[in-house]
T-cell receptor, first 112, second 111 residues
Framework: KQEVTQIPAALSVPEGENLVLNCSFT??????LQWFRQDPGKGLTSLLL?????REQTSGRLNASLDKSSGRSTLYIAASQPGDSATYLC???????????FGKGTKLTVNP | SQTIHQWPATLVQPVGSPLSLECTVE??????LYWYRQAAGRGLQLLFY??????ISSEVPQNLSASRPQDRQFILSSKKLLLSDSGFYLC??????????FGQGTRLTVV
């Protein structure tokens, strides 16, 4: 059974700092991995999707990497801003299945 | 462009009452559709998913059910709500092997 873990559960940083969020999964036979952002009381917003054949994806100040063999992904946020404050979730999809398995998320607070 | 609509945004229902949450997707055809529940401290729990009209897979045995009467419509129902059904319900869609997109969620409080 696939399990996804995100550490730390919460992170507080000053504005302008570069930071890394971690996601690990127990079964390396994934098809892709997706990072989401969730603001309080809202739905999930897709940030980046990495296919299993890819090593990284970039969108603006965000860079996601994937090391499938070691069961790890990181989300790098450059020059953090207060508007980046949210909960960040990762989810993996296994080949042959249409289900996404989510981690519990990392709650990020960027202080002005 | 594709959009997903989920309603209502908030709902307060008494124990034992019925439930119907609706989700519709526009701008795509034959999407995979999903219902998740998010409880505080427990992450997202997959409840149901559907890969086509009338095809429903249940992940968690409970007093909830799902139906897909049309290609882009996904409904979550209950005949009698329990206190434990309270939570944040999220609908999502995706095409096979691509990104998943979520609705804005329904906050359900059972009293």
């Amino acid at each position: 059974k696939q399990e996804v873990t995100q550490i730390p559960a919460a992170l507080s940083v000053p504005e302008g700092e570069n930071l890394v969020l971690n996601c690990s999964f127990t079964d390396s036979a994934i098809y892709n991995l997706q990072w989401f952002r969730q603001d309080p009381g809202k739905g999930l917003t897709s940030l980046l999707l990495i296919q299993s054949s890819q090593r990284e994806q970039t969108s603006g100040r965000l860079n996601a990497s994937l090391d499938k063999s070691s069961g790890r992904s990181t989300l790098y946020i450059a020059a953090s801003q207060p508007g980046d404050s949210a909960t960040y979730l990762c989810a993996v999809k296994k080949g042959g299945s249409e289900k996404l398995v989510f981690g519990k998320g990392t709650k990020l607070t960027v202080n002005p | 462009s594709q959009t997903i609509h989920q309603w209502p945004a908030t709902l307060v229902q008494p124990v034992g009452s019925p439930l119907s949450l609706e989700c519709t997707v526009e701008g795509t055809s034959n999407p995979n559709l999903y219902w998740y529940r998010q409880a505080a401290g427990r992450g997202l729990q997959l409840l149901f998913y559907s890969v086509g009209i009338g095809q429903i897979s249940s992940e968690v045995p409970q007093n909830l059910s799902a139906s897909r009467p049309q290609d882009r419509q996904f409904i979550l129902s209950s005949k009698k709500l329990l206190l434990s059904d309270s939570g944040f319900y999220l609908c999502a869609w995706k095409q096979q092997n691509t990104e998943a997109f979520f609705g804005q969620g329904t906050r359900l409080t059972v009293v």
